[in-house]
């Protein structure tokens, strides 16, 4: 079985199995915000994969272990989520790298950035090791802060742009393709 078959609720199940294995199906599914219904339904699948497995304990508490092959699909599932976010940091790097030196070659000194939390990070990070004298940056955690008269702004975010705005957008990412480049 790949880590690709570990579905996102499945996965979180098995996330909050691992933190406390003496968990009710109640306490389960309060933690993970889903129906006690569905829980059990996961709680049942995972069992019948093998991931985790069920002892009843006694009349009322029941103990939810994660198997050796439990361990491993978490395991697969967080590294391949970590590496895709490694390369998304670096799509992302690039796409700045791209925009930001072709702008400036054409004579662009200001510049407007949309983006939120870590990628508004990854974004200042990135543009202060560009070597591009009187640039000037301003960093936005969403388009209502960006000036009306702003001619240009460059995404990070899943917000899309406001409607009937002059100002071109140009996206540094593209969350559903990785490979996502701007040429």
Request: charged share 30%.
């Amino acid at each position: 079985m790949s880590s690709d078959n570990l579905a996102e609720k499945e996965f979180i199940l098995i996330q909050e199995i691992a933190k406390r294995d003496t968990h009710t199906q109640r306490s389960l599914s309060q933690s993970i915000g889903l129906s006690l219904g569905t829980t059990n339904l996961l709680i049942q699948r995972l069992a019948r994969k093998g991931l985790i497995k069920i002892t009843q304990l006694d009349w009322k508490r029941t103990q939810y272990l994660l198997t050796l092959k439990g361990a491993m699909e978490k395991t697969n599932k967080m590294y391949r989520q970590t590496l895709y976010t490694i390369r998304l940091f670096r799509q992302i790097q690039d796409n700045i790298n791209t925009v930001m030196r072709r702008e400036y070659d054409d004579g662009r000194r200001d510049f407007h950035l949309v983006a939120t939390d870590e990628l508004l990070d990854l974004l200042k990070e990135t543009v202060g090791e560009l070597d591009m004298p009187k640039a000037r940056f301003s960093y936005h955690q969403n388009f209502e802060s960006v000036p009306a008269d702003a001619e240009l702004i460059m995404t990070a975010t899943l917000e899309a742009p406001p409607k009937g705005r002059a100002a071109r957008c140009l996206s540094l990412v593209d969350f559903n393709n990785i490979d996502f480049r701007v040429s």
